[in-house]
């Protein structure tokens, strides 16, 4: 299966996690987008995104105004964005937002043995993949959805229409994302209960429709691994 279209590093899965000033813009501006920044399609469009200037060739030509006018023109259109999607998630009662786990699936996890690990990572199999598990460095795809321990969405790949794109046990993500997808198989869905010393040590700030993040504390991921890229186009 080909790569799924380009999607920009999410920095709330960032080990250190947004300190901005605005809560709205730290959710989706900022962090470290390694994977991204060796693709050269997708590097224009994450740096844009970002509002930072671009390193592909055809933007980073020409003189230092016309850079400033392409920069102006990207921080408006992301600003005009973020503002739309803020009105959009404050508009969303906690229970109406879309989940990977509905009223059904908890109850069955109910029933689900827990597995803990050795760092302190617990986790229940919703589902168990029949694919192969991503080896270390590998780019893989998945939806996402995470939560405080109280069930409150902060931050969700299903809100934003396409699955996160990253290399798996390479540091892009908090310890505990990492490890547990590590385990995991093409196809599976699995909830992971991280606690703080592998989920942000900085916190997260709240923004409307998402709650804040205590640093250092527990959080909880509903997660579905896609495809592995690499793998499936072998």
Known sequence: MAAAACSSASPLLLPSGPRHASASRAWFLGGRSRALRSEAPCCCKAAAARGSAPQCGTVGGGSSSTRRGLLGVALGASALGLAAFDAVA?????????????????????????????????????????????????????????MVPTGQIFDSSLEKGQPYIFRVGSGQVIKGLDEGILSMKVGGLRRLYIPGPLAFPKGLTSAPGRPRVPPSSPVVFDVNLLYIPGLDDE
């Open 90 to 146: 404050a508009g969303l009662p906690p229970e109406e937002k879309p989940k990977l786990c509905d009223a059904a699936c908890e109850g069955e996890l109910e029933n689900v043995p827990m597995v803990t690990t050795e760092s302190g990572l617990q986790y229940k199999d919703i589902k168990v993949g029949e694919g192969p598990s991503p080896p270390v460095g590998f780019q893989v795809a998945a939806n996402y959805v995470a």
